[in-house]
């Protein structure tokens, strides 16, 4: 195992992903404000988050559980405003290659 648990929930008749899971290990505190996680047990890879995001007490070597959940509704409201963003950059680089 890898340390990634895929959660899947029946719907139906079909089987729908509603999220993903893993635990990971606190490899050490950086000066920077941030905190280096390893995949565990596999810990092949790091990445880096900030150190606020865990728990209060938590210790290089402290094993944690993390969960990814899609959010649709925040993501169709983030690709609407980056939409709305880019037509407004769009609109104004026309209006500069008129003048």
Do not use: C, H
Not at 14 to 39: I, K
Not at 78 to 95: I, T, V
């Amino acid at each position: 195992m890898n340390g990634v648990e895929d959660l899947i929930k029946p719907t139906g008749r079909s089987r729908m992903l509603t999220y993903t899971r893993m635990r990971v290990q606190l490899d050490r505190f950086e000066d920077n404000g941030w905190a280096v996680l390893l995949p565990y047990p596999a810990g092949d890879r790091t990445f880096d988050v900030p150190r606020e995001a865990l728990p209060a007490g938590a210790t290089p070597g402290d094993v944690f559980t993390v969960r990814f959940e899609p959010e649709p509704e925040e993501t169709a409201r983030l690709a609407d405003e980056n939409r709305r963003l880019l037509d407004e950059l769009l609109k104004r680089g026309d209006r500069r290659d008129t003048r």
